[in-house]
């Protein structure tokens, strides 16, 4: 019998210090004082018997070396010490194609990555190339979509997304023109992998949207959609893209090689 439940590792891989003046669109207006804030940099993955699936890959060395990102684990390490082998083809979630989301696609080179279709169509469109869309994304990285499209490992979605049992991807957009969330069935309820919806969770209580934004009202509305799942009962753990108090949420990761920058929810069943 297929298992429909799953074991939630969020891996945790860089890190840098900012001002929040820096994340928070406008911040000005809501009147607090320029505080420094930090940024951690995530990936996921989703396991059970029959199954892993990976969201996201974590930005390269170059990706993060040109904007100044600190690495803490090589994402092909924090892979192994899981058990994921790419030759196994697992499917790759792209939640959105930032470079700190895709930037290591090709160790999966010969999964299906799935991705919302109007994400897709925009970074591979006219508008991908303005400056302040191109600033958060790499070539050669939307390249490799583009080839993988052309190798038939593409899979795009609209609106939502049964991928497998236990697993739905729902486009949000906001903070990129399709950004994906994932719900992931565990047996200590259900976690919403906000990604890029929600970058912190301060974003959702205090209603403040992030810098970098596609589309406010998508973002604004997503802030709902995301609320709703989680006062709902739907929702029982709510996952942020990068917040520096995610891993302290959850149970920790304390032995092996990802011992301190690693945490989960649920059991491997």
Do not use: C
């Not at 390249?143 to 593409?154: F, H, Q, W, Y």
């Amino acid at each position: 019998m297929t298992s429909a439940t799953y074991r939630v590792t969020i891996v945790k891989y860089g890190e840098r210090t900012t001002r929040k003046s820096d994340v928070y669109l406008n911040h000005h207006v809501y009147g607090e004082h320029d505080d420094p804030i930090g940024m951690d940099y995530f990936f996921w993955v989703l396991q059970n018997a029959d199954r892993t699936i990976i969201v996201d890959t974590g930005f390269s060395k170059h990706g993060g070396e040109v904007r100044n990102r600190t690495f803490g684990i090589d994402p092909a390490r924090a892979y192994a010490a899981l058990g994921v082998r790419p030759d196994a083809a697992p499917d790759v979630i792209v939640t959105h194609a930032h470079y700190d989301h895709i930037g290591n696609l090709g160790l999966f080179p010969t999964s299906t990555l799935v991705i919302a279709k109007r994400e897709l169509d925009f970074w591979t469109g006219p508008l991908a190339t303005r400056k302040q869309f191109h600033y958060s994304v790499e070539d050669d990285e939307i390249a490799s979509l583009v080839a993988a499209d052309k190798e038939g490992r593409v899979r795009t979605y609209q609106d939502s997304l049964e991928l497998a049992p236990g697993v739905t991807v729902l486009e949000l957009g906001g903070h990129t023109p399709g950004l994906s969330v994932v719900l992931v069935d565990t047996d200590e309820g259900t976690v919403l992998l906000a990604s890029d919806s929600m970058h912190y969770y301060e974003e959702l209580e205090a209603d403040m949207p992030f810098a970098f934004v596609a589309d406010l009202p998508a973002m604004y509305t997503g802030f709902d959609t995301i609320t709703e799942l989680v006062s709902s009962g739907r929702v029982a753990h709510l996952v942020s893209g990068h917040d520096p108090s995610t891993l302290s949420r959850f149970t920790p990761v304390t032995d092996g090689e990802l011992a301190g920058i690693a945490a989960t929810i649920g059991s491997l069943a």
